[in-house]
């Protein structure tokens, strides 16, 4: 059995067994005593833990189109925060509320809440965070559907697993260019000064007009057949 270590990530030399490095799930106790001493998510909430993975939460910070630049919802007139919304084909960027902290020998894997998709939510971006990463995630949320999708601070909206990795598969990773930043990087800011949001109602109407035309057309034709 492995000996406690100030690391709850630390690789145990006993897992290695015939030579062959073997990855670490943490659960249960193990995730939620690094929760409760903030190891690799710092500030987090011990009843976001569910059995493998941790629930992160939606921030307040927000990069949608409207307003060209990241946002702090909480700093909104009430009327206007409770309107926040990822509008049918658009694209909203949000911060989690905690920021990781993860060592060199741990990676995290990312998995949507279903509750997303269930209200017409695609998440946008990589699903996996590298070693060495510290700092808040950004999440991309595009509405493929025709209603809009309520935005409030607190909401849960991805779930995280945490795995150690040892023997051949540590190296000497380099830190990630988006760690420490805390903030949405300048080239996805400066992206959505540039973003046009595709409205579906638009569409939809010049489908039924294009529609109506041609519907029209082939009238007149059949008239001048007859």
């Not at 017409?120 to 559907?145: A, E, K, M, Q, T």
């Not at 080239?187 to 010049?206: F, Q, V």
Request: with cysteine.
């Amino acid at each position: 059995m492995c000996a406690l270590r100030q690391n709850p990530l630390q690789p145990c030399v006993d897992a290695i067994k015939g030579g062959r490095s073997v990855t670490t799930l943490v659960t249960g106790d193990r995730l939620r005593k690094a929760v409760e001493h903030g190891t690799f998510i710092k500030g987090g909430d011990v009843s976001s833990v569910e059995g493998v993975k941790y629930d992160l939460r939606m921030g307040s910070r927000v990069l949608k189109a409207a307003y060209s630049q990241p946002i702090n919802m909480d700093e909104l007139p009430a009327i206007e925060r409770s309107a926040m919304s990822v509008d049918p084909g658009e694209a909203v960027f949000v911060l989690t509320q905690k920021h990781l902290d993860l060592p060199a020998n741990s990676i995290a894997i990312l998995s949507p809440k279903r509750r997303l998709a269930h209200g017409g939510i695609i998440v946008l971006g990589g699903l996996s965070v590298d070693p060495l990463y510290n700092g808040p995630l950004w999440i991309g949320l595009y509405n493929f559907s025709s209603t809009p999708f309520p935005l409030h601070a607190g909401r849960k909206i991805i779930a995280a697993m945490f795995y150690e990795l040892s023997g051949s598969e540590l190296a000497d990773f380099s830190v990630p260019d988006a760690a420490g930043t805390g903030d949405f990087p300048d080239e996805l800011i400066t992206l959505i000064k540039n973003y046009k949001p595709i409205e579906l109602k638009s569409l939809a109407d010049s489908l039924a007009s294009t529609q109506k035309r041609l519907d029209d057309l082939t009238n007149e034709l059949r008239d001048d057949r007859s």
